[in-house]
């Protein structure tokens, strides 16, 4: 095609998911050009640090985000990096991107990795000033910037973002007030017991939560100056609409390939087109320890998945095993999650939430579905395991009647018990 720059390799996207692609594809093949193609003007950034530290203090630069040093895409040979385009058409057929600005460009693998945009909602006032979501570096700096002047926020949704931002916020001495339309906050995360907990927990620190509330408008000559919720209305300086996010999966889609939620892919990273894979945020995957097909958005996952379609699009053939983990670090507590923690229905705690390392396994039909941690990061990898193995009720129940036994001696007894008993985490004793 004339006009069209040709690359080996083309990425759409420039998250962790596109730039960890790049480190996949570069273990693997050395030679060939990669084309990086992004709708951003930055390079490829981190955005976890956007709802904690980036948002808590005034003068970070956006260079400490980025996931490689500043200067790296330049430095590399036959790498290049292209901001400021927004891929609009997906050609399967002749292996090419069209961008907004009618830009064409041509690769014999292609990846998608657009992740996605923070979910909008429909409801009148949702255009005033002051009304945000949370998704990009752009977004961080202007909410921080309404949090330097204001001093009341409505924050719609306890997920991550509303439960990270009302931490954060208090930073600025902006005091908070979360609206969620469950009855529970933080419930993809946490099981119901910590979600309870994390409540309380936040109420002492001075937040205040509207449980089983829906939001009627935003109401504000310009700007928001209150939030209306039944026949109440909640003053406030600046909301932010964390609702959850929609995957970036409308060029994959529109061109044929197989969309459900998400770009669907085997556990290679390639979609139902071949020689086009995606990862991250927007990919959908086999699940490894829960079956079925899965999408995660956890920084883990983005770097580990991104990394190794990468190296699969550069000719290995790696199926994705990794059971990844989320992260959060709000006020002085840390928290890593595992599994499926929505879908206990039976929750034991070991330890004080909050009052040194404490483990929350979420159980469903009798099996460990979920390991939350507070304060206990290096449980990490034995909690993991755990939920890899899927140990039983039993097994759990056995070990917590003994005294001192430690997540990591857990695993160790899961692992013993699967190979006595393989396929069950029982013991027979
Ligand atoms: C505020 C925030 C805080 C988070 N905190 C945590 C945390 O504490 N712990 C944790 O585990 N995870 C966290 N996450 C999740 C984690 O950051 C994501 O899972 C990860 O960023 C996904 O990376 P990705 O590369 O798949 O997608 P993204 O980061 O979304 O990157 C996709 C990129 O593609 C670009 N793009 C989209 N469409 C196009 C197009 N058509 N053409 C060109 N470019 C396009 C986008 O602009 C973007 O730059 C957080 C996410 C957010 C938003």
Known sequence: MPGTRVFDYLIVGGGLAAASAVDGIREVDQISTIGLLTEESEPPYQRPPLSKEFLQYEDVPRSLLYVKPEGWFEEQERVELITRQKALVLDPVAMSVTTA??????????LIATGGRARQIQIPGYDLEGVFTLRTVADSEAIRAAAVLGSRAVLIGAGFVGMELAASLTAHDVTSTVLEAGDRVWARTLPPELSRWMRKHYEEKGVSFRLGSVVNRFVGQGTVEAVEVGAESLPCDMVVVGVGMDPCDGIAGDAGLAVADGILVDTFGETSHPHI????????????VFGGNTRVEHWEHAREHGRLVGRNMAGE?????????????VFDLSLDAVGRPAQADETVVWG????????????????????????APEELEA????????????????VTRRDEVSLRDLAR????????????????E
């Open 101 to 110: 600005r009618g830009n064409v460009f041509g690769a014999s693998r292609i």
């Open 277 to 288: 894979y995606a990862a991250g945020d927007v990919a959908r995957f086999p699940d490894p």
């Open 317 to 329: 053939k790696e199926p994705y095993e990794l059971l990844s983990y989320f992260f959060s670090r």
């Open 352 to 375: 004080e939430p909050g009052e040194g390392p404490c483990a929350t396994f979420g159980l469903s039909e009798g099996r460990l579905c979920a390991v939350v941690l507070l304060d």
């Open 383 to 398: 909690g993991r395991a755990l939920v890899r193995e899927r140990v039983s009720a039993k097994l759990l129940y056995d």
């Open 413 to 428: 007894l899961a692992t013993e018990y699967r190979d006595r008993d393989p396929g069950t985490g029982d013991s027979n």
